[in-house]
T-cell receptor, first 113, second 115 residues
Framework: EAGVTQSPTHLIKTRGQQATLRCSPI?????VYWYQQALGLGLQFLLW???????NRGNFPPRFSGRQFPNYSSELNVNALELEDSALYLC????????????FGPGTRLLVL | AQSVTQLGSHVSVSEGALVLLRCNYS??????LFWYVQYPNQGLQLLLK??????LVKGINGFEAEFKKSETSFHLTKPSAHMSDAAEYFC?????????????FGKGTKLSVIP
């Protein structure tokens, strides 16, 4: 069974640009979570999508946004990139009936220059 | 609000020795508790989880953890360390309060295994 997949694996942008990160959940999973792992800040919750709707968001500015598509894949958009947005962005997915157990993808490493 | 404290940002053990990684949590409602492992330049792999069933939980690769409500702890152990166990380990908590399941992570413990 294929796990959570994320693309691209690496992304280099300059300050002020926009970045788009993509995530495909495990087959049968309907919930997608996004986390940021920045140096010195640890793992922080960004966004939760379930059944196509944004259900919760962490303490991040509105320039972090996303969506979930009908096939449950998801996209994270970061607008007006800042240097401190450089981080590993991790996507996780879970079943609809066991939302508490999340399985992670390999991540997208974003570097903002 | 919930939080996780992992004691020791770096733990070193000899190959074959006991591994003990400490995790204490704070949660106002019954928690779900998890241990994840992260190898260099990779995502997180679920090691084991506690979701209100048995308090002693067995996971993959010979790891286990015990939920102790009175001590608000969920320490991770393995009887005999292997070189391949060298990685960073994260303890995490979540609960279904307000219908939200996002994970709150500890700061991680980097495990080194000395041959």
């Amino acid at each position: 069974e294929a796990g959570v997949t994320q693309s691209p694996t690496h992304l280099i942008k300059t300050r002020g640009q926009q970045a788009t990160l993509r995530c495909s959940p495990i087959s049968g999973h309907t919930s997608v979570y996004w986390y940021q792992q920045a140096l010195g800040l640890g793992l922080q919750f960004l966004l939760w999508y379930d059944e196509g709707e944004e259900r919760n968001r962490g303490n991040f500015p509105p320039r972090f946004s996303g969506r979930q598509f009908p096939n449950y894949s998801s996209e994270l958009n970061v607008n007006a990139l800042e240097l401190e947005d450089s981080a590993l962005y991790l996507c996780a997915s879970s079943f609809s009936v066991r939302k508490e157990t999340q399985y992670f993808g390999p991540g997208t490493r974003l570097l903002v220059l | 609000a919930q939080s996780v404290t992992q004691l020791g940002s770096h733990v070193s053990v000899s190959e074959g020795a006991l591994v003990l990684l400490r995790c204490n949590y704070s949660s106002s409602v019954p928690p779900y508790l998890f241990w994840y492992v992260q190898y260099p330049n990779q995502g997180l792999q679920l090691l084991l989880k506690y979701t209100s069933a048995a308090t002693l939980v067995k996971g993959i690769n010979g790891f286990e953890a015990e939920f102790k409500k009175s001590e608000t702890s969920f320490h991770l152990t393995k009887p005999s360390a292997h070189m391949s166990d060298a990685a960073e380990y994260f303890c995490a908590v979540s609960h279904s309060g307000a219908g939200s399941y996002q994970l709150t992570f500890g700061k991680g413990t980097k495990l080194s295994v000395i041959p």
